[in-house]
């Protein structure tokens, strides 16, 4: 009686942190849309140069988006927790190896964002501007790109690992997998394509491929996976 609980609990507890997740990803990929890059491969016009001497013009519109990503990322860990929680036995091994790979997305990802708007923009308002280009989200070849692009990666696979904690007894079920085996798929795709045709000169196209590979599945399974909980936790009496 105790278990069954117990587990009604973590199922419930799922289908908030699934919905939230898929919530709080679509405001954020609203606020990372209006932030077109003012240099760079996608920059429509008066695109900065090296050394990026007029960040502060995008000042704060440009970093909206990584203060919600901050969010995202604390509600992306609790999502890959409670779904190893809910996961059948046969299934945590997966689970496991999803939350690993979760947290080491939220790691590097988190510092990249927290650093950017709390390091960068205050720098260059005291003209301590020595090194800002390679930290700047400007710079198509920085620090900040190569950490997105690890971040993601990470994220990608953590999906993908979470694609087997679920079965196939259900459409929904199997649905959720398709989705979380296919991102993967796209995303190794995009970084084979964008290093094949473009090599080191890649700049931030496979940083925005893969962003919207991740949140994309994000958003789609969060509603999926919660409506999944929400069933499941139904039929236990």
Not at 65 to 73: D, E, H, K, N, S
Not at 108 to 114: E, Q, R, S
Not at 143 to 157: Q, T
Request: aromatic share 18%; charged share 10%.
């Amino acid at each position: 009686m105790e278990t069954t609980v117990i587990q009604k609990t973590y199922l419930s507890f799922g289908v908030y942190t699934s919905l939230l997740l898929s919530i709080i990803t679509i405001i954020t990929f609203g606020f990372a849309m209006t932030a077109i890059p003012p240099a760079g491969s996608y920059c429509p016009a008066n695109c900065m140069t090296y050394p990026f001497p007029d960040i502060l013009l995008y000042y704060p519109r440009d970093y909206y988006w990584m203060y919600l990503a901050i969010f995202q990322l604390f509600v992306f860990v609790i999502f890959g927790v409670t779904n190893h929680f809910v996961a059948q036995i046969k299934h945590k091994l997966f689970s496991f190896l999803s939350v690993v790979f979760t947290v080491i997305s939220a790691t590097v990802l988190l510092i990249t964002y927290f650093t950017q708007f709390s390091v960068v923009p205050i720098s260059v308002m005291k003209g301590e501007t020595e090194g800002i280009a390679l930290l700047t989200q400007y710079n198509e070849h920085g620090l900040f790109i190569a950490m997105e692009e690890l971040g993601y990666i990470a994220m990608s696979i953590a999906l993908f690992f979470l694609a087997f904690a679920f079965s196939k007894d259900t459409k929904k079920e199997r649905i959720i997998r398709v989705i979380l085996i296919i991102q993967f798929i796209l995303t190794i795709a995009a970084f084979i394509y964008y290093s094949v045709m473009l090599g080191l000169e890649r700049g931030y196209q496979f940083e925005v491929a893969t962003i919207t590979i991740n949140w994309l599945a994000i958003i789609i399974v969060g509603f999926l996976i919660g409506s999944h909980y929400k069933k499941q936790a139904k039929l236990i009496r």
